[in-house]
């Protein structure tokens, strides 16, 4: 079975700094990956996905995230925090095998401060 | 472009009181169409999920049904609300098959009080 752990409930960073979000996620075979933003009161909208291929990958809002699968982890990365990036943010791991249906983390919430 | 609308945005219902969301999406044909539910402070649950007309799997042993008369209507229900029923419900729409790799689009939700 497919599962998804984001090690982090909660995080605060100043704004201008960077983050990263952790996910590690348990899958047999080649896993397809997602990271998901949902700000408060809102329903989830797709940041990057992992398919294949190069294992860095770009997403919307200057967010990357970089497969690795010795570690079976996917975590997520910005270089530099903005305000607006205060949300909550699901990993989620899907696979061909179980009709691309995905399974989500429980969320990570990320506080940006002054 | 793709939309998908869910509605009512919020909803307040008594115990024992039937339910009716009801999700479309706009743009696409034949997508695959999910719903979830979000309990506080938690992750998402899938509820139901739909490759076609009138195909439903339920993920999960519930008070809630699901059922999709149109190719891109998707609709949750129930006859009796429970407490435990509360909850932000989402709906959500991917392409079908490999096209769609899973990659899915939410709606806005609709937060469901049961009192």
């Known amino acids: 079975a497919q599962s998804v752990t984001q090690p982090d409930i909660h995080i605060t960073v100043s704004e201008g700094a960077s983050l990263e979000l952790r996910c590690n996620y348990s899958?047999?075979?080649?896993?397809?990956l997602f990271w998901y933003v949902q700000s408060p009161g809102q329903g989830l909208q797709l940041l990057l996905k992992y398919f294949s291929g190069d294992t860095l990958v770009q997403g919307i809002k200057g967010f990357e995230a970089e497969f690795k699968r010795s570690q079976s982890s996917f975590n997520l990365r910005k270089p530099s925090v903005h305000w607006s990036d205060a949300a909550e943010y699901f990993c989620?791991?899907?696979?061909?095998?179980?009709?691309?249906?995905?399974?989500f983390g429980a969320g990570t919430t990320v506080t940006v401060r002054a | 472009s793709q939309t998908i609308h869910q509605w009512p945005a919020t909803l307040v219902q008594p115990v024992g009181s039937p339910l009716s969301l009801e999700c479309t999406v706009e743009g696409t044909s034949n997508p695959n169409l999910y719903w979830y539910r979000q309990a506080a402070g938690r992750g998402l649950q899938l509820l139901f999920y739909?490759?076609?007309?009138?195909?439903i799997s339920s993920e999960v042993p519930q008070n809630l049904s699901a059922s999709r008369p149109q190719d891109r209507q998707f609709i949750l229900s129930s006859k009796k609300l429970l407490l435990s029923d509360s909850g932000f419900y989402l709906c959500?729409?991917?392409?079908?098959?490999?096209?769609?790799?899973?990659?899915?689009?939410f709606g806005p939700g609709t937060r469901l009080t049961v009192l």
């Open positions: 899958y047999g075979a080649t896993p397809y």
């Open positions: 959500a729409w991917s392409a079908p098959g490999l096209a769609g790799a899973g990659s899915q689009y």
């Open positions: 989620a791991v899907g696979s061909r095998s179980n009709d691309y249906k995905l399974s």
């Open positions: 739909s490759v076609g007309i009138g195909q």
